[in-house]
């Protein structure tokens, strides 16, 4: 059986490893598995022990721990370590929805958050994120007249990717009001939290507000390690973390052995590396914000409130075209805007690598031409 092209993971396939110059990536610089061992004061020594078993299905207790330590008030018992965070959507979805469920999807999102609910319920109501001077809003009143009575699940990711938006914490508190009411499942993609530009601004996690939240988060943006393949899903309701493992077994049945003592010790240096990502971001948005005021004319630029990326609004015909063209012809790879569910005139940027400065700066050499 199909389902649509994940239009971001195909775009990255095909530029990512020949492109020289990333303007959009989503997530944090990265570093080498020894950097992480030093960091965590851990060594090679702890890596090379490491048994290539099988692991137990809803991950390590200790790391299921450390995971749960992140929040306020979450029990071990909730956490379900996963292969990857990409597995804790397609879990969710599979775990949660029939044919015909209604769902609640934020506009624009990664595209698995909507193609696969679109997939297995066929009937998902968008609640969009919408431009508003200087930045984007959400509108709980929006979400009152979407959702009905046997409204199953509504789907948000805060911060957000593609626009760095983040709710402040009355409209946050408001939609988690609405979704209570209605007794609906919320699966709150939390991927980019603890990259807020001012940390004051940090929400609470969902998990810590409503008991029929189900929530993702992991190591790829924030901790900068992707190729961990690191995440997790906190599930407070036994049934549905059951039910949910029990797909789970179909997927990857269990983390990866050395990713849970990597994924260990990145969270033995959590503050670190939270702290390095918001320093690279912090640092590239300065060089964004004067670039995007030398190029008024030519950009519509919302500044995050929070996360790696930003949706930016483009003077073009078709930013899926301009986007290919700037790739193919001058090695720049911007993502356009449409991959994610957003207009044809708007593409993202990212701003957590170390090589923003110089692949901006190529930028502006093909924009001067
Ligand atoms: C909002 C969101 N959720 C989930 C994911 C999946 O994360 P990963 O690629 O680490 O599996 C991404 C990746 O871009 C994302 O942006």
Redesign the pocket.
Known sequence: MDIRPFA??QYFARYEFITPHILCA??CETLTTGELLRLAGLDAADLLGQRLSYTESQGDPALRAAVAALYEDVPPEAVVLLG??????YLTLRALLEPGDHVVALTP??D??LNLAEHISGNVSHWPVRPVPGGWALDPAELERLIQPDTRLVIV?FP??PTGYLPPPDVFAALIAIVRRRGAWLLC?E??RGLERDAGDRLPSAADRYERAIV?A????THGL?GL???WLVVRDPALRASLINWKHYTTICPPAPTELLATAALLAHAPLVARSRGIIAANLQLAEAFFARHAARFDWRPPRAGS?ALVGLDTPSATAYCHALARDAGVLLLPGPCLGADDHSVRFGFGRVGFAAALAQYEEVLSQ
Do not use: C, F, Q, W
């Not at 990857?84 to 959507?89: W, Y």
């Open positions: 971001t993971e989503s997530d990857a965070p990409e597995e804790g959507i999102a990664y698995s958050l990711n957000h990717n993609d991927m980019y993702l992991g190591l790829s943006k992707p393949r690191a995440g990326v």
